[in-house]
Protein backbone atom coordinates (compact mmCIF):
# COMPACT_ATOMS: atom_id res chain seq x y z
CA UNK A 1 0.00 0.00 0.00
CA UNK A 2 2.86 2.17 0.85
CA UNK A 3 4.58 1.43 -2.45
CA UNK A 4 1.23 2.49 -4.08
CA UNK A 5 0.90 5.55 -2.03
CA UNK A 6 4.97 6.47 -3.23
CA UNK A 7 4.55 6.58 -6.91
CA UNK A 8 1.72 9.13 -7.10
CA UNK A 9 4.10 11.41 -7.03
CA UNK A 10 5.46 10.09 -10.17
CA UNK A 11 2.28 10.74 -12.21
CA UNK A 12 0.37 6.97 -11.17
CA UNK A 13 -3.09 8.47 -11.06
CA UNK A 14 -2.72 8.67 -15.04
CA UNK A 15 -0.61 6.02 -15.53
CA UNK A 16 -3.93 4.20 -13.23
CA UNK A 17 -6.12 5.72 -15.54
CA UNK A 18 -3.71 4.43 -18.59
CA UNK A 19 -4.02 1.33 -16.86
CA UNK A 20 -7.64 1.09 -16.56
CA UNK A 21 -8.02 1.33 -20.25
CA UNK A 22 -5.41 -1.22 -20.99
CA UNK A 23 -7.51 -3.68 -18.72
CA UNK A 24 -10.40 -2.86 -20.28
CA UNK A 25 -8.89 -3.55 -23.76
CA UNK A 26 -7.62 -6.68 -22.78
CA UNK A 27 -11.09 -7.93 -21.71
CA UNK A 28 -10.51 -7.01 -17.86
CA UNK A 29 -13.51 -5.81 -15.80
CA UNK A 30 -12.90 -2.51 -14.68
CA UNK A 31 -15.30 -3.55 -11.97
CA UNK A 32 -12.69 -5.67 -10.06
CA UNK A 33 -10.03 -3.52 -10.07
CA UNK A 34 -12.59 -0.39 -8.52
CA UNK A 35 -13.53 -3.38 -6.14
CA UNK A 36 -9.76 -4.63 -5.38
CA UNK A 37 -8.84 -1.03 -4.59
CA UNK A 38 -11.71 0.07 -2.36
CA UNK A 39 -11.37 -3.04 -0.33
CA UNK A 40 -7.47 -2.41 0.15
CA UNK A 41 -8.52 1.06 0.90
CA UNK A 42 -10.59 0.29 3.68
CA UNK A 43 -7.91 -2.52 4.99
CA UNK A 44 -7.30 -1.37 8.97
CA UNK A 45 -3.42 -1.06 7.00
CA UNK A 46 -4.25 1.34 5.02
CA UNK A 47 -2.62 4.89 5.44
CA UNK A 48 -5.03 8.20 5.61
CA UNK A 49 -2.94 9.10 2.47
CA UNK A 50 -3.59 5.86 0.58
CA UNK A 51 -7.04 5.93 1.47
CA UNK A 52 -7.27 9.39 -0.17
CA UNK A 53 -5.36 8.15 -3.13
CA UNK A 54 -7.73 4.91 -3.81
CA UNK A 55 -10.77 7.08 -3.23
CA UNK A 56 -9.56 10.03 -5.99
CA UNK A 57 -9.27 6.48 -8.74
CA UNK A 58 -12.02 4.46 -7.72
CA UNK A 59 -14.08 7.92 -8.48
CA UNK A 60 -12.08 8.98 -11.92
CA UNK A 61 -12.37 5.21 -12.85
CA UNK A 62 -16.37 5.66 -12.33
CA UNK A 63 -16.42 8.91 -14.35
CA UNK A 64 -14.54 6.78 -17.17
CA UNK A 65 -15.85 3.32 -16.23
CA UNK A 66 -19.18 3.66 -19.88
CA UNK A 67 -16.88 5.02 -22.01
CA UNK A 68 -13.79 2.15 -21.44
CA UNK A 69 -16.73 -0.46 -21.48
CA UNK A 70 -17.82 1.22 -24.90
CA UNK A 71 -14.08 1.19 -26.20
CA UNK A 72 -13.84 -2.88 -25.28
CA UNK A 73 -17.14 -3.67 -26.57
CA UNK A 74 -15.91 -2.06 -30.11
CA UNK A 75 -12.67 -4.09 -30.38
CA UNK A 76 -15.13 -7.44 -29.64
CA UNK A 77 -17.24 -6.45 -32.16
CA UNK A 78 -13.98 -6.09 -34.69
CA UNK A 79 -11.56 -8.89 -33.63
CA UNK A 80 -8.32 -9.35 -35.79
CA UNK A 81 -6.11 -12.31 -35.67
CA UNK A 82 -2.11 -12.06 -34.41
CA UNK A 83 -0.28 -9.87 -36.30
CA UNK A 84 -3.54 -8.73 -38.37
CA UNK A 85 -4.84 -5.97 -35.66
CA UNK A 86 -4.28 -2.98 -37.45
CA UNK A 87 -7.84 -1.31 -36.49
CA UNK A 88 -6.99 -2.05 -32.68
CA UNK A 89 -3.44 -1.00 -32.62
CA UNK A 90 -4.34 2.38 -34.24
CA UNK A 91 -7.65 2.66 -31.57
CA UNK A 92 -5.26 1.94 -28.85
CA UNK A 93 -2.49 4.56 -29.95
CA UNK A 94 -5.45 6.66 -30.48
CA UNK A 95 -6.40 6.70 -27.20
CA UNK A 96 -2.72 6.53 -25.59
CA UNK A 97 -2.08 9.31 -27.60
CA UNK A 98 -5.41 11.48 -26.38
CA UNK A 99 -3.77 10.87 -22.52
CA UNK A 100 -0.75 12.29 -23.57
CA UNK A 101 1.39 9.72 -24.05
CA UNK A 102 4.63 9.29 -26.04
CA UNK A 103 3.16 6.38 -28.28
CA UNK A 104 5.65 3.96 -30.44
CA UNK A 105 3.66 1.77 -32.84
CA UNK A 106 4.82 -0.92 -35.51
CA UNK A 107 6.48 -2.80 -32.44
CA UNK A 108 6.51 -6.71 -33.43
CA UNK A 109 4.29 -5.82 -36.36
CA UNK A 110 1.22 -4.63 -34.62
CA UNK A 111 1.90 -3.46 -31.40
CA UNK A 112 1.75 0.08 -29.33
CA UNK A 113 3.84 1.27 -26.44
CA UNK A 114 2.68 3.80 -24.71
CA UNK A 115 5.16 5.73 -22.53
CA UNK A 116 4.42 7.75 -19.64
CA UNK A 117 7.60 9.42 -18.16
CA UNK A 118 7.69 10.75 -14.71
CA UNK A 119 9.89 13.43 -13.31
CA UNK A 120 11.85 11.95 -11.32
CA UNK A 121 13.97 9.39 -11.06
CA UNK A 122 12.38 5.59 -9.43
CA UNK A 123 10.84 2.50 -10.07
CA UNK A 124 9.56 1.88 -13.42
CA UNK A 125 6.16 0.15 -13.93
CA UNK A 126 4.95 -1.86 -16.78
CA UNK A 127 1.25 -2.65 -18.36
CA UNK A 128 1.22 -5.07 -20.46
CA UNK A 129 -2.17 -6.24 -22.64
CA UNK A 130 -2.75 -8.69 -25.51
CA UNK A 131 -5.50 -7.45 -28.77
CA UNK A 132 -5.34 -10.23 -30.68
CA UNK A 133 -8.23 -12.19 -31.17
CA UNK A 134 -9.01 -16.05 -31.50
CA UNK A 135 -10.82 -17.13 -34.34
CA UNK A 136 -14.05 -18.59 -33.03
CA UNK A 137 -17.63 -18.76 -34.07
CA UNK A 138 -19.48 -16.37 -31.39
CA UNK A 139 -22.29 -17.87 -29.82
CA UNK A 140 -24.53 -15.55 -28.03
CA UNK A 141 -26.53 -12.87 -29.13
CA UNK A 142 -25.59 -9.44 -27.70
CA UNK A 143 -25.09 -6.47 -29.25
CA UNK A 144 -21.41 -6.06 -29.28
CA UNK A 145 -21.10 -9.50 -30.25
CA UNK A 146 -18.00 -10.83 -33.02
CA UNK A 147 -19.33 -9.08 -36.37
CA UNK A 148 -16.59 -11.57 -38.03
CA UNK A 149 -16.65 -15.06 -39.52
CA UNK A 150 -14.95 -17.34 -38.55
Given at each position: ????AA?S????????????????L???S????A????S??????????????H??I?E?????????????R?????P???????R??????E??????????T????T??V????G??????????????????????????????K?
Open positions: MQAFHRFGFRKLALAGAMAAAASTLAVHQTASAASSATASPQAQALAQDRAKAIEQKLIAWRDIHEHELGNLETTSALVAHLRKLGLEVKGMAVGVGLLKGKPGPVVALRADMDALPVKEQVDLPFASKAG
